[in-house]
């Protein structure tokens, strides 16, 4: 199965500060078409995990644009370019290129 | 417009089957998959299975032993069952129509 690791595991921000999250990968998640099924997801604190971007760099229905998402084959990239208090909770990564799909281990984003 | 829930018994006892209903509204299930994601408490997420628009499955290796979807598209239904349940089982179990739309979610506790 594919890893994804994610790192930190845990991040600390003050209200406009720009934060970044790592999403590393076991095996490249380029297919042979030239797709790479790579997503990011925000879990709010008791609510279902909200898609903020997916196939790596494209933006979500309704999600703010200080959200951006970036990488390429193992390396990707999610990144908060002035966060806000509604940020706070658990960022993961979801690789569906590799049967089983397999998500990263989360990133929590607490608020200073 | 979409939407997933799920239903199902909040507490089972350790060895007996799960059994839960995810209805969805606003598109079909004979055009589109409806996967199943499950959360333990303050854990991370992890991909149960699948069925595919054509009625095929596919299963998390770890689970496949004891886990069986289907569906009924005459009613919109897609079903989980699980047997041989452990205390490892508890968790909120999601459906969802990846990568976008996820529905509340469900609490399953395994407990005697």
């Known amino acids: 199965d594919v890893v994804l690791t994610q790192t930190p595991s845990t991040l600390s921000a003050t209200i406009g500060q720009s934060v970044s999250i790592s999403c590393r990968s076991s095996q490249s998640l380029l297919d042979s078409a030239g797709n790479t099924y790579l997503y990011w997801y925000l879990q709010r604190p008791g609510q279902s995990p909200q898609l903020l971007i997916y196939?790596?760099?494209n933006l979500g229905s309704g999600v703010p644009n200080r959200f951006s998402g970036s990488g390429s084959g193992t390396d990707f990239t999610l990144k908060i370019s002035g966060v806000e208090a509604e940020d706070l909770g658990v960022y993961y990564c979801?690789?569906?290129?590799?049967?089983?799909?397999?998500f990263g281990s989360g990133t929590k984003l607490e608020i200073k | 417009q979409v939407q997933l829930k799920e239903s199902g018994p909040g507490l089972v006892q350790p060895s007996q089957t799960l059994s839960l209903t995810c209805t969805v509204s606003g598109f079909s299930l004979t055009s589109n998959s409806v996967h199943w994601v499950r959360q333990p408490p303050g854990k991370g997420l992890e991909w149960v299975g699948a069925i595919w628009s054509g009625g095929s499955t596919d299963y998390n290796s770890a689970l496949k032993s004891r886990l069986s979807i289907s569906r009924d598209t005459s009613k919109s239904q897609v079903f989980l069952k699980m047997n041989s349940l452990q205390t490892e089982d508890t968790a909120i179990y999601f459906c969802?129509?990846?990568?976008?739309?996820w529905g509340q979610g469900t609490l399953v506790t395994v407990s005697s």
């Open positions: 969802t129509q990846l990568p976008v739309y």
């Open positions: 196939l790596v760099s």
């Open positions: 979801m690789q569906a290129t590799h049967a089983p799909l397999t």
